[in-house]
């Protein structure tokens, strides 16, 4: 008993200090990883006991760093725990968060098969069937769980074989021939939905009666695992329909992409979401992640511009964090150096702070007469400046650089920085800023102007990228299906899909990679005479992956 009591005393003690792991950078990672520790073996000595698993439920609810944490893990437990209660609908929600904030997590597929096993208890051998399949399919999941994973399929696969077969299915010649549309047509996220909606509507000739007719069939995806999974599902028992375009939304990308897996029914998905590739041979994705936009920018500086020496300032949010990883990681790949490295708060307005801390900035005062001068020197040498943040927040950065006599620092920034309205106040410190984006509307490439043109006389606009992502989505789907002019199953489907090559888009030359990422050159833009145009356009890296 005294034991239990201690073990509960030093739980409540390691809860309390989760704010100083927050703000503490002594303590580090194996403090925090120690504070699981703690509460893992609370669970394991004392069975039942819901204190310790109360603390669990608390940890996975708390605020940590990025860099130390391990609230994956404690979410796998958690679901565990929850299932091994009965208690379907929390592990359910402990598993699918682990899966929906933690896409490049080690025990990920550990996670899928718990969700996996949990969806079969409820009686979803549909939905657990095709996690299974994923699971079994996936190369980087472990062998010992795609074993386990087979194992449980085989009950699975035998009651589905007594059922009246559903999938693969081909189309019906002599009827329209459709393709799906998954989609955020309602609440916050309608906006994206249907500026997606725009391109794919456009793709299927929908407002030129002389191309071969495609519909369209619509089905809005909103975000959660069921509806996308059922959705997918329903849409693959349509005959006519030879693949879906979708979802938007990371947190039904995932559900979507299996279940269509799982119904050997081609999938181009819309999401930067993690993870997506490796459930299976029907899945892919067209648009700009952020890993694909940051290698982008540092190829280029590195050996276009020729710059060697980085300095790399960024918010602390998931945009920034992400960004700057990736960056880092591409320009050493490439043999420069990082310089400098720092952060800041998201919505910062003053950067004299982290710009100091990252260039080393030292100050020596003089007087002429009463008047005190101050000259600032930095310590640090870094030839590019790279702010993966809004053109805004560049604009407020770049003077500093002027008044603490940094000079000779290339400015480089993310997709962010296209702004439809640059801040004339920035024009003089940003001129010459080189970024990257997915798309540009007012490019040169004669495919971007011949999509650009055409969207415009449709919708009286200019399109986004997500427009012309989508656009060239069902681009791709369209000549898959028309290919040959025979009707033709989804498998068949499926592999002219992945032989595309140099496929002309919207948005660039488009090629499939093994894995379904579609890859592009992405557009290097810049701000001349205070307008964003195109840079680079003799000079560009190899297509983006």
């Known amino acids: 008993m005294r034991t239990r009591f201690i073990i509960l005393i030093s739980l409540c003690l390691i809860l309390t200090s989760y704010s100083a792991y927050a703000d ?28 310790p698993v109360e603390a669990l439920s608390r940890y996975v609810k708390s605020e940590r760093k990025a860099a130390l944490n391990f609230t994956d893990e404690a979410l796998l437990r958690l679901g565990r725990l929850r299932a091994a209660e009965k208690d379907f609908a929390a592990a359910s929600a402990a598993l699918q968060r682990l899966l929906t904030d933690y896409p490049g997590s080690r025990v990920k597929f550990d996670a899928l098969f718990e969700l996996a096993n949990v969806r079969r208890k409820q009686g979803f051998d549909s939905d657990a069937r095709s996690m299974l399949e994923a699971i079994a399919n996936s190369t980087d999941a472990t062998i010992a769980l795609r074993s386990r994973a087979r194992l449980l399929l085989r009950p699975l696969k035998s009651a589905a074989d007594n059922q009246a077969p559903a999938q693969p299915l081909a189309p019906v010649s002599g009827l329209t021939p459709a393709i799906g549309a998954l989609l955020p047509l309602k609440g916050s996220y309608a906006n994206y939905g249907n500026d997606a909606l725009k391109g794919i509507l456009l793709a299927a000739n929908t407002f030129d009666k002389s191309g071969q007719p495609i519909e369209v069939i619509t089905r809005d995806v909103v975000q959660g695992g069921a509806p996308a999974i ?3 599902e329903e849409l693959a028992a349509n005959q006519r329909i030879a693949g879906l375009i979708g979802p938007l939304l990371s947190a039904s990308a995932l559900d979507a992409a299996i279940a269509a897996q799982g119904m050997k029914l081609p999938i181009i998905t819309l999401s930067q979401r993690e993870g997506l590739l490796g459930a299976g041979d029907y899945i892919y994705r067209n648009f700009l992640t952020l890993q694909m936009q940051a290698a982008y920018i540092a190829e280029h500086a590195c050996k276009v511009m020729g710059r060697k020496n980085f300095a790399v300032i960024y918010p602390q949010n998931s945009y920034g964090i992400e960004l700057a990883k990736y960056f880092t990681a591409e320009v050493l790949r490439s043999g420069c150096s990082i310089a400098a490295e720092a952060s800041y708060p998201p919505g910062s307005t003053d950067f004299s702070h982290v710009l100091r801390q990252a260039f080393d900035i030292k100050v020596k005062e003089s007087k002429i007469g009463r008047k005190v001068i101050k000259e600032y020197t930095s310590k640090v040498s870094a030839d590019a400046l790279y702010m993966p943040d809004s053109f805004e927040a560049a604009s407020l950065l770049a003077p500093y650089l002027e008044y603490y006599n940094i000079t000779g620092v290339q400015l480089l920034g993310s997709n962010a920085w296209n702004s439809t309205e640059p801040a ?7 001129e010459g800023a080189v970024f990257v984006d997915g798309f540009f509307a007012n490019s040169s490439r004669p495919e971007t102007m011949a999509f650009t043109a055409r969207y415009r006389e449709a919708y009286g606009a200019s399109p986004g990228m997500i427009e012309a992502y989508s656009y060239d989505a069902a681009m791709m789907l369209i000549a898959s299906m028309t290919a040959n002019g025979a009707d033709a199953d989804r498998a068949a489907l499926n592999s002219r899909l992945r032989a595309i090559r140099a496929f002309k888009g919207a948005t660039g030359d488009l090629s499939l990679e093994s894995n379904g990422e579609i890859k592009r050159q992405l557009f290097i833009l810049t701000l001349k005479n205070g307008v964003i145009t195109e840079a680079g356009l003799d000079k560009q890296p190899e297509p983006a992956k």
């Open 24 to 51: 503490d950078n002594s303590s580090g990672a194996a403090d925090e990883a120690q504070a699981l520790v703690s509460i893992f073996e609370a669970i394991d000595t004392h069975p039942g006991d819901a204190a």
């Open 230 to 232: 059922s959705t997918v």
């Open 424 to 430: 004339e106040s920035a024009n003089k410190h940003l």
